[in-house]
C-alpha cells in the first residue's frame, strides 16, 4: 500500500500545503481519503490516470476536506466518463449529490451523468476485495469520521478530523486492539502531545504520521516525536509519500 499525501493542511491552504486529500494506492487501484484540493490536477501533474480511483472517502463534509469534489466531479462527468468512483459522504448524501448535480447542471450543456453515492455508517463501510473500510464515528461535527483501511494483510487509520477537546475524548482507541501499521492522525485542534497517553507504550502501534495539522502545533508534535522513542513519527507535506 502507497499512501502519498496531495493535500496536507488543515482548515485554510497554507504557501506550500494544500488542504486535505490522500491518494492511496495498491498495486493499479486508487482510492481517496478526502478531496479537499483539486486532485485532478494533481493526477495529470503526476501522469496517473483519473479512471483508476475506485472509491472515493469523506471524512466529513467541512469544505477543506470537500473543495475538491466538484472540480473532479465535473470533470469526470465530461472529460474523464470512464470515471466511475463510489463516492461515500457523510449526512445528508441526496442533499450533497443534488447540490453537485446542480452545479455539473449549471456548467454542462448536456444532462449531467450520474454518479455513485453512498452514505457512511460506523461499521464495515466497503469492500472490494482489495481494501476493506471500516468508519468510526467522531465527535468533530455530526456526521464526522475516521476510516480504518485494511489491504495486504496491513491496517492503517486515518483519524479524520477529532474532537476540539481532543484524542483522549475522540481517537477510535480499539484500533490498537490489533497491530496498525500507521495512524495518520490530525493535530489541527489540538496539541499533538495529546496522543502521547493513547500511544507511548503500546506494542501495537507500528508508526505514526501527523497529518492536517496547523503550524502552530509544531512544537507540540516535535515534543510527540521525542517522546515516542521506539514508533517513528513523520509529519505529512504535499507530495510525501508512504510505503507500508
Ligand atoms: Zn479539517
Not at 104 to 124: D, H, I, K, M
Not at 160 to 182: C, M, N, Q, T, Y
Not at 186 to 194: G, K, N, V, W, Y
Not at 199 to 222: A, Q, W
Request: proline share 5%.
Amino acid at each position: 500500500m502507497k499512501i502519498t499525501f496531495l493535500g496536507s493542511s488543515h482548515g485554510i491552504p497554507e504557501a506550500n500545503r494544500k488542504c486535505s486529500s490522500a491518494l492511496v494506492e495498491i498495486g493499479e487501484n486508487r482510492y481517496l481519503i478526502d478531496c479537499g484540493t483539486d486532485v485532478t490536477e494533481q493526477f495529470a501533474t503526476k501522469n496517473i490516470p483519473i479512471d483508476s480511483v475506485r472509491a472515493i472517502f469523506i471524512t466529513h463534509m467541512h469544505g477543506d476536506h470537500t473543495n475538491g469534489l466538484i472540480p473532479y466531479l465535473s470533470l469526470c462527468a465530461w472529460a474523464y466518463t470512464n470515471a466511475d468512483p463510489e463516492i461515500y459522504l457523510p449526512g445528508d448524501v441526496e442533499k450533497t449529490a443534488r447540490a453537485i448535480r446542480d452545479w455539473n447542471a449549471c456548467n454542462l450543456s448536456s444532462e449531467p451523468r450520474g454518479f455513485r453515492y453512498r452514505g457512511v455508517a460506523v461499521g464495515p463501510l466497503y469492500d472490494d476485495g482489495i481494501l476493506k473500510v471500516t468508519a468510526f464515528e467522531t465527535k468533530h461535527i455530526n456526521h464526522s469520521y475516521a476510516y480504518l483501511l485494511e489491504a495486504e494483510g496491513k491496517r492503517v487509520l486515518f483519524s479524520g478530523d477529532l474532537s476540539h477537546r481532543g484524542p483522549s475524548d475522540d481517537f477510535p482507541v480499539s484500533v490498537l486492539e490489533k497491530p496498525l501499521a500507521l495512524a495518520i492522525c490530525e493535530s489541527a485542534h489540538f496539541d499533538a502531545t495529546e496522543y502521547l497517553p493513547l500511544f507511548k507504550g503500546c506494542d501495537n502501534l507500528g508508526s505514526v504520521c501527523i497529518n492536517h495539522y496547523s503550524e502552530r502545533h509544531m512544537i507540540s508534535m516535535i515534543e510527540l516525536k521525542q517522546a515516542l522513542t521506539k514508533i517513528p513519527v513523520t509529519f505529512a507535506t504535499d507530495g510525501m509519500e508512504i510505503r507500508i
